[in-house]
């Protein structure tokens, strides 16, 4: 399922009551949706983010934006050395070479999923 005003999905399947349910990823507060259908998910996904947004402006607070491009990294001092070296290798800085290396990993891992999920 595709974004919605920038806010992202995660969906599952709840064997036991029969319906798809997903959360809105990135932000702290809690925003569920539940449907029997894919449309009927689609419509629940973008009526919960609209209502999130609705209620944020109600209380008068800023509502959360997901994924807001900074990403807190912790590592090894080697791995950290090896990191540095690839990146000046590549003539990149550090958050060029790990940007471009952590996309190209998500991706992979994105669509080996999508082949295990498809061939079930």
């Given amino acids: 399922m595709k974004s919605y ?7 599952w399947l709840e064997s036991d ?4 349910h ?3 990823e990135g932000i702290r507060d809690t925003v569920h949706f539940a449907g029997t259908s894919v449309d009927e998910l689609e419509k629940a996904f973008h009526d919960s983010v609209d209502v999130y947004l609705e209620m944020c402006e109600d209380d008068g607070v800023r509502p959360e934006k997901p994924y807001s491009g900074k ?3 912790r590592t090894t001092p080697e791995h950290h ?3 540095s070296e690839a990146a000046a290798a590549s003539a990149r800085s550090i958050n060029q070479w790990m940007d471009a290396v952590l996309e190209q990993a998500a ?3 994105l669509e080996d999923e999508r082949r295990i999920v498809r061939s079930r």
């Fill in 22 to 24: 997903g959360v809105v």
């Fill in 17 to 20: 009551d029969h319906l798809f």
């Fill in 71 to 73: 990403l807190a990294f």
């Fill in 81 to 83: 050395r090896l990191i």
């Fill in 107 to 109: 991706r992979h891992t």
């Fill in 5 to 11: 005003k920038g806010y992202v999905p995660t969906i």
